[in-house]
């Protein structure tokens, strides 16, 4: 289930007031599906892991700014039972900071069961979509930020169990209205008619 999914965060930094601060957090990923039920996003294995950290907190503590916070959809692996999501996290540097963390088990992507499809691997990006982009898909020490830098964490996914097409069509369609997966996966991997992804949506 985990392979690939969990990353962590730690972001070395220097408060206004002059103080230095390690603002840390866990980044549980989506878990793997189970033979009866989808996997979970966001919380650890079966929900017992590590939650995500509020915004308000990330932002009223540490000298960050919280610039998107959303689920990738398709991300989860697709089967009877689908994958938990990965998810990625936005945040805008406001002072100097040095980052580690990242993921060492980013380099092989979650395994699936008796016909699902696998989950995928997190990663990191520093200025993301821009000329300066630099993308980290292990664990990393160090890694010099500055005002104005955007650091996206972009946490993997749980894979699926079972063969996609024999999903129950409602699950399917609360999926779909969720955001948790496209029409297009809905019907090309799932089998759902376009009247059930039209009325669906």
Partial sequence: GFRGSNGLFTLGTLRPDGRTSVHYELMPGGSGAFGGGDGWTGCGHGGSGPKITCVEIVESEYPVMMQQLKLVPDSGGAGEYRGGLGYIRDYLILGDAKFSGGGGRYK????????????????????PDTTDERKFSNLVSNIPLVPGDIFRMYTGSGAGVGQPKDRDAERVADDLRDGYISPKAAKEIYGLSEEAVHDAL
């Fill in 108 to 127: 092989v992507p979650p395994l699936a069961a008796d016909g699902g499809t696998e989950g995928q691997c997190g990663y990191t990006l520093v200025n």
